[in-house]
């Protein structure tokens, strides 16, 4: 089975996704959506941020799944 992981912009929140989420996991599927963050106390460039937050929805969904990511 696939989970998706829905990565909204950095312009917006991952509310933008909620829609596409609602649908597919009333098909189904497992969705994991990441809230990016841009913390200038944090001391790490953004994009480092952002994988973090990534890689924490991931690991969120049911393992040995096919992750589709979409951005």
Same mark, same amino acid.
């Given at each position: 089975m696939h989970a998706f992981v829905l990565v909204h912009s950095p312009l917006v929140g991952p509310y %933008? *996704? +909620? $829609?596409?989420? =609602?649908? /597919?996991? =009333?098909r189904g599927y497992e969705v &994991?959506? $990441? @809230? /990016? %963050?841009?913390?200038e106390t944090d001391g790490r $460039?953004? *994009? +480092? !941020? @952002?994988? +973090?937050?990534? &890689? !924490? &929805?991931v690991s969120t969904l049911s393992p040995g799944q096919t992750l589709v990511l979409a951005g």
């Open positions: %933008t *996704w +909620e $829609p596409v989420a =609602g649908v /597919l996991r =009333g &994991a959506l $990441p @809230h /990016l %963050t841009n913390s $460039p953004y *994009w +480092e !941020q @952002h994988v +973090e937050a990534i &890689a !924490q &929805a």
